[in-house]
Nanobody, 125 residues
Framework: QVSLVESGGGLVRTGDSLTLSCKPW????????MAWFRQAPGKRREFVAA????????YYGESVKGRGTISRDYGTTTVDLRINDLKPEDTATYLC??????????????????WGQGIQVTVSP
């Protein structure tokens, strides 16, 4: 059993930057990739970014391209997501995920096997 611990959320202002962290906890654990999604009230869950833990392949959703950076610390299996120039439309619950779909082309879908509880990010105008 693995649990995902997300941190770094909170209330920020438009134009600020924020870094979210996700760390799997539990038995010795290795995932092929980790990802961040987000979900705003009344909206479907949206892909934000993903990273292949060994190969380092990076994927970004359209909403954060050019503003987001996903990175990994392979030794600690921690993945960070930094978003610059935050906007009110970035307000959402951000969720970390591990156990990716088999094919990388599907990593922007919600077919990941394990999810964190989510952490709130609120961007004030």
């Amino acid at each position: 059993q693995v649990s995902l611990v997300e941190s770094g959320g909170g209330l920020v202002r438009t134009g600020d930057s924020l870094t979210l962290s996700c760390k799997p906890w539990g038995r010795t654990y290795e995932t092929r990739a980790m990802a961040w999604f987000r979900q705003a009230p009344g909206k479907r869950r949206e892909f934000v970014a993903a990273i292949a833990m060994r190969a380092g392949h990076l994927y970004y959703g359209e909403s954060v391209k050019g503003r987001g950076t996903i990175s990994r610390d392979y030794g600690t299996t921690t993945v960070d997501l930094r978003i610059n120039d935050l906007k009110p439309e970035d307000t959402a619950t951000y969720l970390c995920a591990v156990d990716p779909p088999i094919y990388e082309r599907d990593w922007n879908s919600t077919l990941w096997g394990t999810w964190g509880q989510g952490i709130q990010v609120t961007v004030s105008p």
